[in-house]
């Protein structure tokens, strides 16, 4: 018999407002509300969209110190932990043995522990992989009293600030202990829509009413996972399953960015992760594929699995779209996937298989959108 | 009007037969932002793929519900897709055909069958 799918907190706040809800990480979560997908999309763009995200692991990890937990944190992502300041958020991937992503995620410094919020079809095997790599030393606490919203859109900033007035001093990736409506949230100022915005974290028992009050705001419309998908499409972002995996590298996803310097050749602290050898030897030679941005040229859209051909008739597969679709911002269909690395800089048409049919593609720089962050 | 199980209507109009997709289907398929028509002049075989519906969503295809010839296609939902959504039994037929056999029309289901199957 099929598991049980969970539920979120906000689950039946969800069907009060009339959500179209789908399988989703063994969750059952909103796709979309009666505004519908384009509408959901347009509305974060321009003013201010809120999503449940309740079914992303939430985790602690606390070891003697800081400095201890960061230094154990960096054995299993190639990231700058220890040099992360109080207070401060990083985006960041676990990675494995061969040099791939087991997930993507975001860390925080919180003084005495680290804060990590990890994809919710990763979450489990995250924690598991992280327990064998870090535990006794470190304790890993998996939060599971706490909802997790985010706002996002140019709206946000003004509408939370209704509810604490500290929240407009925020930069982006700032993380900070807040009350909203007397409850004790975790709030950071990031998001994965591309736009400024804020992930909360909300006490389960407080979950609801906070959401209520804050759609009650006439900016503020609720939105689900079909609108998520395409604004983090557009804002070029990674989709855990689809764009990075266990099959990818963080320099083959275009993701080198995330890794910083300490942890790069000659750096302080290079190295001393999963996949160090490959990852670094990548970041010094190369690879022979990478994320890029595909523009289709026409009106129609290149979904994930659309094979690349250089023209119009060869037989040479040399590139693949992992996530495409419809953009509403930009108007037209865009895309992301792999190619080739020789023809990571081509300015001519490639072709991508439709049904048969060979439709010209362009590769594009990402993102699609301009990211609209408050840094 | 006749419906289809893969949620299309036909409406007869002499020897002509206009084709397009009902209500319930443009709302279930979300917002349609592509539509692939086939060529006009065609010959066609019933359950053929003659048309292709992208929607924020998925792409979906829609089959040719009859043998004939495609004798014209609707050509202002290439530029303005989003008319399936907004007027699906109306404006935003897909295509006319000529069937070769006019009598295949009546093996679909009358308005209360088809909404009995969505209902």
């Given amino acids: 018999m099929a598991q049980a799918l969970k539920r979120t907190p906000l689950y039946e706040l969800h069907c009060e407002l009339g959500a179209k809800l789908t399988e989703f990480a063994g969750y059952e979560m909103p796709v979309q509300y009666s505004l519908g997908i384009l509408g959901e999309h347009q509305h974060t763009r321009t003013k201010a969209g809120l999503f449940d995200v309740s079914h992303m692991g939430q985790i602690t990890l606390r070891g003697s110190s800081y400095q201890e937990t960061a230094l154990a944190l960096e054995k299993a992502i190639p990231m700058d932990v220890l ?7 990083r985006y960041g991937f676990l990675t494995t043995d061969g040099g ?63 509810f604490n007035s500290q929240i407009s001093a925020m930069k982006f990736m700032d993380i900070e202990t807040l009350s909203i409506a007397g409850a004790e949230c ?35 419309e609720f939105v689900g996972l079909g609108a998520r998908d395409s604004l983090r499409l557009e804002a070029g972002l990674c989709l855990y399953g689809h764009d990075i995996d266990e099959e990818t590298t963080p320099v083959e996803a275009s ?47 290149m979904r994930e699995g659309v094979e690349i051909y250089e023209t119009e008739s060869s037989k040479e597969v ?58 | 009007m006749k419906f289809t199980e893969e949620h299309e209507w036909l409406r007869t109009e002499g020897e002509i037969v206009v084709v397009g997709i009902t209500e319930h289907a443009s709302t279930q398929l979300g917002d349609v932002v592509f539509v692939e028509l086939p060529d006009e002049g065609i010959t066609v075989s019933k359950d053929d793929e003659v048309v292709v519906i992208e929607s924020v969503k998925a792409a979906s295809d829609i089959l040719a519900p009859l043998d004939g010839e495609i004798i014209e296609i609707n050509e202002a939902l290439s530029d303005e897709p989003s008319k399936v959504n907004e007027d699906p039994m109306g404006e935003a037929w897909f295509f006319k055909m ?6 295949q029309v009546e093996d679909y289901m009358t308005e209360d069958e088809y909404n009995k199957l969505i209902s």
């Avoid at chain 1, 490639?350 to 990402?366: C, M, Y």
Wanted: neutral net charge; aromatic residues 6%; proline residues 6%.
């Fill in chain 1, 186 to 220: 975790w709030i950071s100022r990031s998001g994965y829509t591309g736009e400024d915005g804020f992930e909360i974290s909300i006490p389960s028992s407080a979950a609801e009413a906070i959401t209520r009050s804050i759609l009650s705001k006439q900016e503020v």
């Fill in chain 1, 83 to 89: 040099g992360l300041k109080v207070g401060r958020q």
């Fill in chain 2, 98 to 103: 000529k069937p070769s056999d006019p009598s």
């Fill in chain 1, 100 to 162: 791939g992503i087991l997930d993507d995620l975001m860390f925080s410094n919180r003084e005495d522990h680290i804060f990590v919020v990890l994809n919710a079809a990763c979450k489990d095997s995250d924690i598991v992989h992280l327990r064998t790599l870090l535990e006794p030393e470190i304790s890993i606490e998996v939060i599971e009293n706490r909802a997790l919203i985010a706002l996002q859109g140019p709206a946000s900033e003004t509408v939370l600030s209704e």
């Fill in chain 1, 318 to 375: 040399i590139g693949k779209i992992t996530s495409g679709g419809y953009g509403p911002t930009v108007g037209h269909p865009v895309a992301m996937g792999y190619i080739n690395s020789e023809y990571e800089d081509s300015n001519d048409n490639l072709f991508g298989e439709l049904r048969g049919k060979r439709v010209p593609v362009k590769i594009a720089k990402l993102p699609f959108v301009p990211l609209n962050f408050k840094r």
């Fill in chain 1, 255 to 301: 993701l080198t960015w995330a890794i910083q310097k300490a942890r790069r050749t000659n750096g302080e602290r290079a190295n001393g992760f999963l996949g160090d050898k490959i990852i670094t030897q990548q970041l010094d030679m190369g690879t022979y594929r990478k994320r890029v941005g595909f523009l289709p040229q026409t009106r129609a859209p």
